[in-house]
């Protein structure tokens, strides 16, 4: 064949897609091999072979489009998975988090772009670009870790949340500002954006849940349902992202809200997660490669000791990140779980190129890179401390001769919980909770603590009294914190897994098995049932003849206080 002829060329054009796709794949997975995120190898390939560098990659403008598509469905993805009881969990300490660390980077650097003489226009440019944070690489740390279902994992989703909605706003005024817009289509975008963000979360509670469950999903055969449900979520989406795009609004934040909608449907989420979710991962690689590896300049330009410098002092505006981490009980890993820069900053600097000159849009992608690298890496490193920490303080307890309790609850949610809960039950060993994401205002928020107390009595009456009339179930039982338990389930890797309760609850155990069994979990909770009558529980004979207190349990005294009076 000639070299004209135009099967040939598509051949090579397909051949030069596949094999830099795979190439991203594999920079990837060697970037996390080696420690990184693995957006960090996928940026350098499309640095490397795209128009920055070797320019060997075809059709790089429809790669960029594909890309965008996999930012709106992770922007959706964050919107489905809002967990709005999670914010009402943990209060107002999530807002303090959300809000003062998008509010104080972008303060930073707004001085800092100031004191290097930028107008006012870069350097409002420059700080919008220091407001998000990479949700998804924090979570995935947090979830390595075990930690999800803590106070400290339950705060940064909460956070995380808070600070999804302020990046799109900044996203929002940033390319206003970009295209010299009057000063209404400032003010209003904001107020649609606020307005909008209310009404579809008061929907997601109280309106789509039930037109659901009552009116759309019974008319669809069973089969078809999840497909159904999929195409409604898209539909959804195909209105609102033109909608808020030419309502002046940022596109993202029409598939946030779209997402927004459906986020309190389990089945939504089960079937994207099983349907969506890995093409959604290939899509993503190619953002980085290819939306955001074309758009970085040579990495040549990075040496340029102007941009060295910029980069330096915007790295310093972390600090305004990491002070977040004075609203948790552990300073560290909270602040490097906050401190690491987004995809959505490459985002806002790409919507501001215009505004930016070289040397400042260069330092600002330098700077969140490195923040992308450093970050979670510091976030790994602090939670091995604090498990060592946590090790430590479990043999303390140990040691102390006064009795300890495992405490759990099964209660409906109400504002600032977890704290309340915690200030009460002080001095805590351990805590952990889950709720599923969905039916808000049930009573499924389940809350497991480790504590030291003089009697169960002191500890139900903190508990009865952090959770007032919410409470439905509460189970206390005495913890011996050295002595393992004979049953260990397999995926007991620490003596922090070891608990010995004085009243064995797998005496009540009954189907479904609950995970509210007095062990510190580091997967998430699931739901659990217990029977409505105590009574018809049954004590196996083999537990009765052997207790760890040297008496046979009673019902009663396993199932201490559920009743809501306590045992004499």
């Excluded at 106070?151 to 808070?162: K, R, S, Y």
Aim: net charge neutral.
């Amino acid at each position: 064949m000639g070299c004209d002829d135009p099967s040939g060329q598509r051949f090579g054009d397909m051949l030069g897609c596949v094999v830099f796709m795979v190439g991203v794949w594999l920079a990837g997975k060697g970037a996390a091999y080696g420690g990184c995120p693995s957006l960090v190898g996928e940026v350098v390939v499309g640095v490397v072979f795209g128009p920055p560098g070797l320019d060997l990659v075809p059709f790089p403008k429809a790669l960029m489009a594909v890309g965008d598509v996999g930012l709106l469905l992770l922007i959706l993805e964050a919107g489905l998975f809002v967990d709005l009881e999670m914010l009402e969990l943990v209060g107002t300490r999530g807002l303090k988090v959300g809000v003062v660390g998008s509010i104080a980077p972008m303060a930073l650097a707004l001085a800092a772009s100031k004191a290097w003489g930028a107008s006012t226009n870069e350097a409002l440019a420059t700080s919008g670009a220091m407001v998000t944070m990479s949700t998804g690489i924090t979570l995935n740390v947090l979830k390595l870790c075990g930690v999800l279902n803590q106070p400290l994992g339950q705060l940064v989703i909460a956070a995380a949340t808070v600070n999804e909605v302020l990046g799109i706003v900044v996203l929002t005024l940033v390319s206003n500002l970009a295209q010299n817009a009057a000063a209404e289509w400032y003010a209003i975008p904001i107020a649609i954006l606020c307005g909008l963000v209310a009404l579809f979360g008061y929907l997601a509670v109280r309106v789509v849940p039930r037109v659901l469950d009552k009116t759309v999903l019974p008319a669809i055969p069973r089969r078809k349902r999840h497909d159904a449900l999929l195409g409604m979520i898209f539909a959804t989406a195909l209105v609102l992202v033109p909608a808020c795009r030419y309502s002046g609004s940022s596109e993202l934040l029409g598939a946030f809200l779209a997402g927004l909608c459906y986020c309190s449907d389990t089945n939504a989420h089960a079937i994207w997660d099983k349907q969506v979710k890995r093409v959604l991962h290939w899509l993503l690689r190619i953002f980085f490669a290819a939306s955001i590896g074309f758009a970085i300049p040579s990495p040549a330009k990075f040496l340029h000791p102007s941009v060295l410098l910029k980069a330096l002092v915007l790295e310093l505006c972390v600090v305004g990140k990491l002070a977040v981490g004075f609203y948790g009980s552990d300073f560290w890993p909270l602040a490097w779980a906050f401190g690491e820069w987004g995809e959505v900053s490459f985002v806002v600097v790409s919507a501001a190129r215009s505004l930016l000159p070289d040397t400042t849009y260069d330092a600002i992608v330098l700077a969140v890179l490195v923040s992308i690298v450093v970050c979670p890496y510091m976030l790994r490193r602090s939670l091995e401390q604090r498990e060592t920490s946590a090790m430590q303080k479990i043999a303390k307890a140990a040691r102390d001769p006064r009795p300890h309790f495992c405490v759990q609850t099964r209660s409906k949610a109400h504002w600032d919980q977890t704290s309340v809960l915690l200030r009460a039950l002080e001095p805590v060993i351990d805590f952990r909770s889950w709720h599923p994401n969905d039916h808000f205002g049930c009573a499924h928020v389940l809350a497991e603590a480790y504590v030291q107390a003089d009697s169960a009595n002191a500890v139900y009456a903190k508990v009865r009294c952090a959770l007032g009339r919410d409470a439905e179930e509460i189970k206390i039982s005495r913890w011996a914190p050295d002595e393992p338990r004979l049953d260990a389930p397999p995926f007991a890797r620490s003596p922090r897994r070891f608990l010995e309760d004085e009243c064995l609850t797998d005496t009540f155990r009954v189907p479904p098995a609950h995970e509210l069994d007095g062990w510190i979990h580091t997967d998430p909770h699931r739901p659990f049932d217990l029977p409505d009558d105590p009574d018809d529980l049954q004590i196996p004979p083999r537990f009765a003849s052997r207790p760890p207190s040297g008496r046979a349990p009673t019902t009663k005294s396993c199932l201490l206080l559920l009743s809501g009076c306590p045992t004499k």
